[in-house]
């Protein structure tokens, strides 16, 4: 089944600890991106890869890092995650060079920092 | 003022009511699309759309790109319809601006 996967669905850490959201994607797609949903705002793009080893900073890349070694991971890095970064984060991927094509979303991960 | 604007931002229909979400963008695109968001948090991609209109089951969704203007109708509404709906502008091949979404409940 085609599907973007992401890990976990729900994470509760501690202000300063490094973790990380896997997504991997088995639809061969070049575009991968992160986003993170809060109230009132709607979705907002933190990073974007268009392809392996190429990732792009989107409109809140600050306190997050991101890699793309293979075409079909893409994980969400917090070096040392803030109580401002909790929110509900998800990762999509699409299959051209646009994203002049449907988008693929993950099932999103709920992360709470204290 | 946001860049891509939904109306209404709460909506309650009873069951086989038509439905109609707006989204209103005063940026260029190049495409729009609708998503819906079920309360488990996943998102699904519904349309994505230059000009016209694109029909899918009981869902319809029209654009006009002179006024800025699309919108999502959904005709003979069901319970399963409850969901949040979002549009969003794709301004440039990576660049998406996302509304803050209309909530449906649809009641039997």
């Known amino acids: 089944e085609a599907q973007v996967t992401q890990n976990p669905r729900y994470l509760i850490t501690v202000t300063g600890?490094?973790?990380t959201v896997t997504c991997s994607q088995n639809m061969n797609h070049e575009y991968m991106s992160w986003y993170r949903q809060d109230p009132g705002l709607g979705l907002r793009q933190i990073y974007y890869s268009m392809n392996v080893e190429v990732t792009d900073k989107g409109?809140?890349?600050?306190?997050?890092?991101?890699?793309?070694?293979e075409k079909r991971n893409f994980p969400l890095i917090l070096e040392s995650p803030s109580p401002n970064q909790t929110s509900l984060y998800f990762c999509a991927s699409s299959l051209e060079r646009t994203w002049n094509s449907p988008l693929h979303f993950?099932?999103?991960t709920r992360l709470t920092v204290t | 003022k946001n860049e891509v604007e939904q109306s209404p931002q709460n909506l309650t229909a009873q069951e086989g009511e038509f439905i109609t979400i707006n989204c209103s963008y005063s940026v260029g695109i190049s495409a729009l699309h609708w998503l819906q968001?079920?309360?488990?948090g996943g998102i699904v991609s519904l349309f994505m759309l230059s000009s016209g209109k694109k029909k899918h089951g009981r869902l319809i969704a029209t654009i006009n790109i002179q006024e800025k203007h699309s919108s999502l109708h959904i005709t003979a509404s069901h319970p399963r319809d409850s969901?949040?709906?979002?549009?969003?502008?794709?301004?440039?091949s990576d660049k998406?601006?996302?509304?803050?979404?209309t909530r449906l409940q649809v009641f039997p």
């Open chain 2, 96 to 101: 998406l601006i996302f509304g803050t979404g």
């Open chain 1, 106 to 108: 993950g099932n999103g």
């Open chain 2, 83 to 92: 969901a949040v709906y979002i549009c969003a502008a794709q301004v440039r």
């Open chain 2, 37 to 40: 968001q079920h309360p488990g």
């Open chain 1, 59 to 69: 409109d809140v890349p600050e306190g997050y890092k991101v890699s793309r070694k």
């Open chain 1, 17 to 19: 600890k490094k973790l």
